[in-house]
């Protein structure tokens, strides 16, 4: 694999990426802003659990389904911009040799993002993708402030699985969102060693 | 006064990838995911988005500006808390914040541009109420710890915002009447 992740993670998170005078962080195409995990985590879990009060049980799941959604459309327009920024083609694309490699691209960016560490387990391409968390913040964070769920925390990650899959092999951007679906079959909040997430075409699943 | 910067201590963990700013964790994400968060919190109308929002915001900046003073025990006036608040607002790429015509009485806040708004503008277009939540609980937060308070000791209202329309977002800051002082 031409894909050299820690010479990636290294200039990434090296860059000086934080607000210029006018307080704005251009980068990748995208506003980036430096934000709290913890705003992220107490945010979205309460959103769920508020959501989950008042709704009766046969749609208890709209919480996540609407957190997963937030991180698919942000994953999938966010990477697109990252894919075509000047600091991809400088850094990256020299790497690339197959459309494969993209994945490994990816990966290794978000590796350099403060997200916690992330690997490729496995790449069937264009049919699916395995990826590992060994330290999510949603897991951790969910751990440290509600103790041991019953189900995967990681509806960032989740989501964000799924965008790299229809960004790589998806209809080219903006028609490509969704071809993918990914769950999070092992938590490091549901006690697993750590968090899994399986990518697959939207009907292999159904 | 002169501006008083925000120079925390940072580290960057290559093993587990995490990045630590005046001991909080902290990740980058875009305007995308802010602004898909900002809409997801919002549009059930049975739940109160808005305070979630604000809430979860308020108490992490609390926590962090109050680690940030505890290792610069020299930062020691309020303007002068007040500068470094305003800073890391801005490094952080939220935009800027004036802070000169409020104190611990409360006051107005102004925001001549707000990466909330910005982003909620680029992505959807004009809007007909104010969105920057995230700020008001930033601003409720930082005044909290610049002046010794609890979280939920002032209450921020956001009176006119860039999302809507307006020039400056502009924040109404006062000490909360249900106490929690
Ligand atoms: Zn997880
Ligand atoms: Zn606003």
């Known amino acids: 694999m031409a894909i050299n992740e820690p010479a990636i993670i290294d200039a990434v998170s090296s860059m000086k ?58 994953g999938y327009h966010t990477f697109n911009g990252i894919m075509n920024s000047v600091e991809w083609k400088a850094l990256i694309e020299p790497m690339i040799e197959k459309v494969d490699d993209k994945i490994h691209g990816l990966t290794a960016v978000t590796n350099a993002l403060g997200w916690g560490n992330w690997q490729v387990a496995d790449l069937v391409p264009g049919q699916k993708l395995v990826l ?40 080219a951007f903006p028609d490509g969102m969704n071809t993918f679906e990914s769950k999070e079959v092992k938590c490091r909040a549901k006690g697993d060693p750590y968090c899994e997430f399986v990518s697959v075409p939207t009907t292999a699943q159904n | 006064m002169d501006t008083i910067r925000f120079t925390p201590k940072v580290s960057f963990d290559k093993r587990d990838n995490q990045l630590r700013i005046a001991d909080q964790l902290m990740c980058l994400h875009c305007h995308h995911y802010n602004a898909h968060l900002l809409r997801t919190a919002e549009d059930p109308d049975y739940i109160d988005g808005p305070r979630i929002l604000a809430g979860a915001a308020e ?91 609890s979280p939920g000791y002032f209450k921020v209202v956001e009176t006119q915002c860039i999302a809507v329309g307006a020039e400056s977002c502009v924040y109404k800051v006062e000490v909360n009447s249900n106490g929690n002082k």
């Open chain 2, 59 to 149: 108490n992490v900046v609390a926590q962090q500006l109050a680690n940030h003073l505890r290792d610069f025990p020299d930062i020691r006036s309020s303007a002068q808390r007040l500068s470094v608040a305003a800073d890391m607002f801005r490094m952080y790429g939220f935009v800027i914040l004036d802070f000169s015509k409020a104190d611990e009485k409360g006051g107005t806040v102004t925001s001549p541009s707000s990466h909330i708004a910005l982003g909620w503008k680029v992505k959807w277009g004009p809007r007909e109420t104010p969105c920057c939540h995230f700020n008001r609980g930033f601003i409720a937060g930082a005044f909290a710890t610049i002046y010794g308070k």
């Open chain 1, 132 to 171: 590992r968390a060994r330290n999510s913040y949603e897991s951790e964070n969910y751990l440290r402030d509600y103790g041991r769920a019953t189900e995967g925390k990681c509806y960032m990650l989740t989501g964000v699985a799924t965008s790299f899959m229809d960004l790589v092999y998806g209809k």
């Open chain 1, 17 to 74: 990426i934080e607000g210029n005078e006018e307080g704005i962080i251009p980068a990748f195409n995208v506003l980036l802003t430096l934000m709290y995990t913890d705003f992220y985590t107490r945010m979205c879990f309460e959103f769920e659990r508020e959501v989950t009060k008042v709704l009766p049980e046969e749609i208890q799941d709209v919480g996540k389904i609407l957190l997963i959604d937030a991180a698919v459309q942000c």
